[in-house]
């Protein structure tokens, strides 16, 4: 129970990597807040999950990219718990277009998504973050790739890369931030439209031959939320299996 006591937030936590993500942090001993934006059968089937395993668990309705919804997602979790000790910004958008064929609604919505949901709940983490807490915000592999279609997203996982970085100097009181940056991974976010013979290949550009699953990238969060993880600062940590 490494993080026994600790309260943790983890946005876009009711699918995929976000929810695997809430149930190994509940499954450990936090309380965890699972927040979601649209998807509220998911995100209390995720709440209902922990609790009924002994954990403890509460749904905030809230979208990242809007700031006063932000704001009450962090007060929400205060009013409910007392304090935030781990934020984890998990919540995104991918779009994969060619440049050409990306509308500007689509650019909007990943960078509102992606980069001004980050920002938001940076700025809310800078006074309500309890002390010697830990941030650890999500990017992608793809960043350091060339994958075709990416670029968007790409663009907006490296925008999250250096807030990391500069945020990590900024915050001060004890505060650990990093981003943690996956490789292929079997959600339904990566794996709509793609074809078996595209996730063949995928696979075998690490080297375990496999897509990540979510219990992988969950796995990391765990080590980065726990106070093993402190020196750890400012950093950008490749959990991709020698991807890239």
């Known amino acids: 129970m490494i993080l026994e006591n600790k309260v943790i937030l983890v946005t876009g936590a009711s699918k995929g990597i976000g929810k695997e993500i ?3 942090l509940a499954k450990n001993g936090a309380k965890v807040i699972v927040n979601h934006s649209n998807s509220d059968k998911e995100a209390n089937n995720t709440v209902n999950n922990i609790i009924k395993n002994g954990g403890n ?6 979208d990242v990219s809007i700031r006063e919804e932000v704001t009450y997602l962090f007060d929400k979790a205060i009013e409910t718990y007392g304090r935030i000790d781990v934020l984890v ?25 992606n980069v ?3 920002f938001n ?3 809310e983490a800078e006074s309500k973050l309890a002390d010697n807490g830990n941030i650890i915000n999500f990017s992608s592999s793809t960043v350091k790739l060339m994958f075709p279609t990416y ?3 790409s663009a907006s996982k490296a925008a999250v890369e250096q807030m990391t970085r500069v945020f990590s100097k900024e915050i ?15 959600t339904e976010l990566f794996l709509k439209g793609k074809s078996q013979e595209t996730i063949n290949k995928l696979s075998a550009m690490n080297a375990f031959d496999r897509l990540a699953k979510p219990i992988d990238i969950a796995r990391v969060v765990l080590f980065l939320s726990s106070d093993d993880s402190k020196w750890i ?3 950008v940590i490749g959990a991709n299996g020698a991807l890239v």
Do not use: C, H, W
Request: overall charge positive; glycine content about 10%; proline content about 2%.
């Open 22 to 24: 809430a149930l190994l």
């Open 57 to 62: 668990a509460i749904v905030v309705k809230a």
């Open 89 to 113: 910004n998990n919540a995104g958008v991918m779009i994969s277009k060619k440049i050409k064929d990306n509308t500007q609604e689509d650019f909007t919505k990943q960078f509102n998504v």
């Open 116 to 118: 001004r949901g980050v």
């Open 121 to 123: 709940t940076l700025q």
């Open 151 to 153: 670029a968007l997203y």
């Open 172 to 186: 001060g009181r004890g505060i650990s931030v990093n981003a943690l940056a996956p490789g292929a991974t079997e």
């Open 233 to 235: 600062s400012g950093q």
